[in-house]
């Protein structure tokens, strides 16, 4: 019964104390591709799809339809590369703000055992 009360609590006192944080989402970016999912594979056509589109929103331009299946290996691939262009962006600004190449140095087994990082 306590926690009941203490939830609606624990929200409020979350949402007053984050406001002075002012974090961003760097995961949110902003593109002009939208995602449609579950189009029947009889009715998905592209100039059909088009047509619906342009129909729809006659304010907006379309550019380009393509039509995919399975998109799990391609969304693990753009979030390496998101990844990929975040450490680049952060090790550039290091760079620009204390004048210093960031380097890494390849050790195996040094989480495990500290005895791996003698002959470093």
Do not use: W
């Not at 591709?33 to 009889?42: D, G, H, L, R, V």
């Not at 304010?59 to 262009?85: G, P, R």
């Not at 450490?87 to 204390?98: D, G, I, L, V």
Request: one cysteine or more.
């Amino acid at each position: 019964a306590i926690a009941f009360l203490m939830f609606p609590a624990a929200i409020f006192l979350m949402r007053r104390f984050s406001i002075g944080l002012k974090m961003t989402d760097t995961n949110l970016k902003i593109t002009r591709t939208i995602a449609i999912e579950n189009i029947p594979e009889k009715v998905c056509n592209i100039e059909d799809i088009k047509q619906h589109l342009s129909e729809t929103y006659p304010d907006f331009m379309i550019f380009d339809i393509q039509v995919v299946y399975n998109v799990t290996k391609l969304t693990a691939l753009s979030l390496k590369l998101e990844n990929v262009v975040d450490s680049k962006r952060f090790c550039e600004k290091y760079k620009t703000r204390n004048n210093l190449d960031l380097e890494m140095v390849p050790v195996g087994g040094a989480r495990c055992c500290k005895c791996f990082c003698l002959p470093c």
